[in-house]
């Protein structure tokens, strides 16, 4: 599973972003998705998670914030993240659940000013 990250950059707290996740290489439908964060200093956290079925799960932190979807059709799952804080920068990762196996996209980049 190859997995292609995109849309992050620099946006001021209380600005809002959406991520994109591509992923080839697989049946995307049967794939679980998540989207991690990690930032400097700190351990790489769930941010959200979303089912081959879209159930979702979030971080406390994130919960009503964020919001997970996926489309099927484009092999895309994306991260609309609103009402940014500045403690929400990080780099963030999106990743795939094959069987038993992690693959992980290369990451971009949320940078959140106050």
């Known amino acids: 599973v190859q997995l292609q990250a995109s849309g992050g950059g620099l946006v001021q707290a209380g600005g809002s972003l959406r991520l994109s996740c591509a992923a080839s290489?697989?049946?995307?439908?049967?794939?679980?998705m998540a989207w991690y964060r990690q930032a400097p200093g700190k351990q790489r956290e769930l941010v959200a998670s979303i089912t081959t079925v879209a159930y979702t799960n979030y971080a406390e932190s994130v919960k009503g914030r964020f919001t997970i979807s996926r489309d099927n059709a484009k092999n895309t799952v994306y991260l609309q993240m609103n009402t940014l804080k500045t403690e929400d920068a990080a780099i963030y990762y999106c990743a795939a659940l094959r069987g038993s196996n992690w693959f992980w996209g290369q990451g971009t980049l949320v940078t959140v000013s106050s």
């Open positions: 290489g697989s049946i995307f439908s049967t794939l679980f």
